[in-house]
């Protein structure tokens, strides 16, 4: 671990300790390439499919392939958007647990999480998987989008997680 990772851990336990909760907001910078990425995709896409349009080349497996791409780069522009608008979904960590959104249902209490993986997945589109015990073995997921240093981030909820178990 570098002294920055160190540095950055001892301010989430700070601010857990001071405020009693520690909150991850999608990241704007990330969320801004994001979106670029999607528009400049879609604008691509709609160029596509009216240049199809025009020749009447619209028919066929690959006329539906060239909607379907532009209705998911249209979904993906939307998506960003909004989460840029409401800094949504936000991850909670506070006495209660590990919450992903705003809904008790993106919530696993620390008593009910059975283990903390480390980072998986591609560079770029990582996660840390939190994983619940017992009857409601389900799991949240913490993206990139939330949090840049995951490992640091995975090693930090390990700890926090052995404190609020400790009597």
Excluded at 41 to 67: E, T, Y
Excluded at 70 to 93: H, S
């Amino acid at each position: 671990m570098t002294g920055d990772s160190m540095s950055t851990a001892t301010a989430w336990s700070a601010e857990l300790a001071a405020s009693g909760r520690v909150v991850f907001p999608p990241r704007r910078n990330r969320l801004l390439v994001r979106l670029a990425l999607f528009a400049l995709l879609m604008v691509s896409s709609l160029w596509s499919n009216i240049d199809h349009l025009r020749q009447d080349d619209v028919a066929g497996a690959l006329g539906i392939l060239r909607v379907t791409a532009l209705l998911a780069f249209v979904y993906g522009v939307g998506l960003t958007t909004w989460q840029l608008a409401t800094r949504r979904p936000e991850v909670t960590v506070d006495s209660r647990g590990v919450q992903l959104g705003r809904s008790d249902r993106g919530l696993i209490p620390w008593h009910q999480i059975s283990r903390i993986n480390d980072p998986t997945g591609f560079p770029g589109l990582r996660t840390v998987q939190i994983h619940a015990a017992g009857f409601r073995s389900g799991a949240i997921g913490i993206p990139q989008d939330n949090v840049e240093d995951l490992a640091e981030l995975s090693a930090w909820l390990r700890g926090v997680h052995a404190d609020k178990l400790t009597p």
